[in-house]
Nanobody
């Protein structure tokens, strides 16, 4: 079965950095677009960033542009989210998700999430 396992979360001071990883198994990783989402306490889950199956295109929500960088290594079946200049408002559970490259619908698979806490 498909598994997406996030890692790399933790507690960091404002202005610090973290790199999240999401290791995928049970699917042909290079055929899937990958995304990162987050959910803060009391808020709905929101889109953070995405990368196409080839890595050729990336997308970011406005609030993280210039601070976060998404990348992938198809040989390692892993997608990354480098987060710099972290702010307290980045505090959330971060989820990775996979969507087949031909799909125009919702993401098909989700990880369990990793907690990111940014202290002020």
């Amino acid at each position: 079965q498909v598994q997406l396992v996030e890692s790399g979360g933790g507690l960091v001071q404002a202005g610090g950095s973290l790199r999240l990883s999401c290791a995928a198994s049970g699917l042909t990783f290079s055929r899937y677009d990958m995304g990162w989402f987050r959910q803060a306490p009391g808020k709905e889950r929101e889109f953070v960033s995405a990368i196409r199956w080839s890595g050729a295109s990336t997308y970011y929500t406005d609030s993280v542009k210039g601070r976060f960088t998404i990348s992938r290594d198809n040989a390692k079946n892993t997608v990354y989210l480098q987060m710099n200049s972290l702010k307290p408002e980045d505090t959330a559970v971060y989820f990775c998700a996979a969507k087949h490259r031909a799909s125009t619908g919702e993401y098909d698979y989700w990880g369990q999430g990793t907690q990111v806490t940014v202290s002020s």
